[in-house]
């Protein structure tokens, strides 16, 4: 981590005096955070305490990746936003309101979507990555970039009641770098076996709970306070509150270990975290086409795949099968007509879809885009989203 001369001004000096008579925290340590530059992915559940923690300290520099807007779903959690917020692009909200917390440090909206094209780029100018983001495919692409760029990356996820938190390619006192993702998750879950929080929920408090661990963790690497959560693994379990910490260790297997990885670049992350289903073509209906076909009573059979929880919250008078139970009851599928598999957003249907034409043969499929969520905002907006 370069560093540079910065100093503090009298107003500084007030806002930040609580850490700087901490003895082991001090004015050096606060130098340093205003010094450092922290690259923040997903300003969602635990975006938003870890952006607000981050900023508060006195972070120099945050950048805020996000591509998302803010929709009203998220306001149970995601407490950077607010009503008059939706529709908005989260990372210009973000960087509004962090700016309006601590007008004393630099504020990056990075309005777009992680992928291979910019995350070397993007995380090149920032000393530490911070992943809040939910699905596996940006975790390996978050966490491939930030080994192949020589960053460390702090880790958080969450999951209904349950969270956890570690530090990735965290560079020791010796200078090697500890374990980082691939060490801890060799591959990802098959497609579909491990919902998002979107298609199965979480606790509003706990992203609050882990995204300021999170926060705490990227304070501690940057100021050199503490023990960092390298190679170690904290797990919190809300309804129990019994907490973990299990050990990491580094993967002589990890494609990008050793002193001569075979994995020198990113990858494909779709394919990788999700097979066939996003490498083998799979037909799609849009929601405007799926209402023309009702409109015009068109013969075919339509099949929800999300949990029974969620069918009873809002339906469109599909046939139930949740989607880890499409290969048992594959039987109640019409081969001979048309067949449209929805879910909330599309994404387990497209899973649904792609096991169904490769372990059984079917050709008469289609996923349904934007699922159940699009239908409501572009065809019924009488129908209530969740």
């Not at 450092?36 to 508060?56: D, E, T």
């Not at 801890?184 to 298609?199: K, Y």
Request: charged share 20%; with cysteine.
């Amino acid at each position: 981590m370069v560093q540079q001369t910065f100093t503090l001004d009298r107003e500084e000096l007030a806002r930040y005096s609580r850490h700087i008579i901490i003895p082991e925290f001090g004015m050096e340590a606060q130098l340093k955070l205003k010094a450092s530059r922290v690259l923040v992915i997903g300003c969602g559940g635990l975006g938003s305490p870890l952006l607000y923690y981050l900023a508060a300290a006195g972070v120099g520099t945050i950048g805020i990746v996000d591509f998302d807007v803010v929709d009203e779903s998220n306001l149970q959690r995601q407490i950077l936003f607010s009503t008059e917020d939706v529709g908005k692009s989260k990372a210009e909200v973000a960087r509004r309101k962090l700016s309006l917390l601590n007008p004393y440090i630099q504020l990056v909206a990075h309005p777009v979507q992680l992928s291979t094209a910019n995350a070397m780029t993007l995380l090149g100018d920032y000393d530490v990555i911070a992943d809040g983001t939910d699905n596996f495919a940006t975790r390996y692409l978050v966490n491939d970039a930030c080994v192949l760029r020589g960053k460390p990356n702090v880790y958080a996820s969450i999951f209904q009641f349950e969270g956890q938190v570690s530090v990735f390619n965290h560079l020791d006192e010796n200078g090697e770098r500890g374990p980082n993702y691939r060490d801890l998750f060799a591959e990802p879950p098959p497609p579909g076996l491990v919902p998002s929080c979107a298609a199965g929920g979480v606790l509003g408090v706990l992203p609050g709970i882990i995204g300021s661990l999170q926060a705490l963790e990227v304070i501690k690497i940057i100021t050199g306070t503490g023990k960092p959560l390298s190679g170690r693994l904290f797990t919190f379990d809300a309804l129990t509150f019994e907490t973990r910490t299990f050990e990491v260790k580094r993967d002589r297997a990890n494609p990008l270990n050793g002193e001569h990885p075979t994995q020198n670049a990113l990858v494909n992350y779709d394919v990788f975290c999700n097979g066939a289903a996003a490498a083998n073509d799979i037909r799609e209906i849009s929601v405007h086409e799926l209402a023309a076909w009702r409109l015009q009573g068109e013969d075919f059979q339509l099949i929800d795949v999300r949990e029974p929880h969620e069918f009873n919250i809002v339906n469109l008078g599909a046939q139930l099968i949740p989607v880890q139970n499409i290969l048992e009851h594959a039987d109640k599928i019409d081969r001979s007509k048309k067949v449209v598999l929805h879910c909330k957003s599309g994404g387990r249907s497209a899973k649904a879809v792609s096991t169904l034409q490769n372990q059984l043969g079917f050709t008469n499929l289609y996923n349904l885009k934007g699922g159940i969520l699009a239908y409501a905002n572009e065809i019924d907006p009488s129908l209530p989203k969740y």
